[in-house]
T-cell receptor
Framework: TQLLEQSPQFLSIQEGENLTVYCNSS?????LQWYRQEPGEGPVLLVT???GGEVKKLKRLTFQFGDARKDSSLHITAAQPGDTGLYLC???????????WGAGTKLIIKP | KAGVTQTPRYLIKTRGQQVTLSCSPI?????VSWYQQTPGQGLQFLFE???????NKGNFPGRFSGRQFSNSRSEMNVSTLELGDSALYLC????????????FGEGSWLTVV
């Protein structure tokens, strides 16, 4: 059974601080996606990484896919209150294109 | 193009009843997945349908079922509702192939009393 462990589960920091969220697995994924969900809405895709070692940047957000395609990280620089939300990672693998989801990281940025 | 549409948006049911939720995927998307999300929690995968066939299934009891029609629209049904079934039920669609974006609807909020 494929598992994707996401940490931390909850993070509350002050505006301007940096943070990193991790998703780790013993399984290899063909791609890994990061989503952000705001209250009352469905998750929205932030980025997809497909190549081992790949790094993608989205303004103050930096996403990295591990060399072995088993883990990924999301780093936010100078967090802002607008970054508040639930961050979810999802790894794609297996013959049936199944998505394996992390448990999510609830992020609160205090002004 | 229109997004993923879920109906109803909110509903209240009594314990023991059954409920049917509907999802219209983005045009051209043949994969529809259903998720359960309780407040503050991550997504619990229910099942995925592709071209009218269940392709993947999560670890939920048989009270949870679904189906997909030839136009890719999907329904999920929960029978003999329990208080613990109260949750946000999210539908998502995506096109075929690896690495494709999954698009979520706004969800159906189910409250069981």
């Amino acid at each position: 059974t494929q598992l994707l462990e996401q940490s931390p589960q909850f993070l509350s920091i002050q505006e301007g601080e940096n943070l990193t969220v991790y998703c780790n697995s013993s399984s290899v994924f063909s791609s890994l996606q990061w989503y952000r969900q705001e209250p009352g809405e469905g998750p929205v895709l932030l980025v997809t990484v497909v190549t081992g070692g790949e790094v993608k940047k989205l303004k103050r957000l930096t996403f990295q896919f591990g060399d072995a395609r088993k883990d990924s990280s999301l780093h936010i620089t100078a967090a802002q209150p607008g970054d508040t939300g639930l961050y979810l990672c999802a790894g794609e693998g297996g013959s049936n294109y199944q998505l394996i989801w992390g448990a999510g990281t609830k992020l609160i940025i205090k002004p | 193009k229109a997004g993923v549409t879920q109906t109803p948006r909110y509903l209240i049911k009594t314990r023991g009843q059954q409920v049917t939720l509907s999802c219209s995927p983005i045009s051209g998307h043949r994969s529809v997945s259903w998720y359960q999300q309780t407040p503050g929690q991550g997504l619990q995968f229910l099942f995925e349908y592709f071209s009218e066939t269940q392709r993947n299934k999560g670890n939920f009891p048989g009270r949870f079922s679904g189906r997909q029609f030839s136009n890719s629209r999907s329904e999920m049904n929960v029978s003999t509702l329990e208080l613990g079934d109260s949750a946000l039920y999210l539908c998502a669609s995506r096109s075929a192939g690896f690495g494709n974006t999954i698009y979520f609807g706004e969800g159906s909020w189910l409250t069981v009393v």
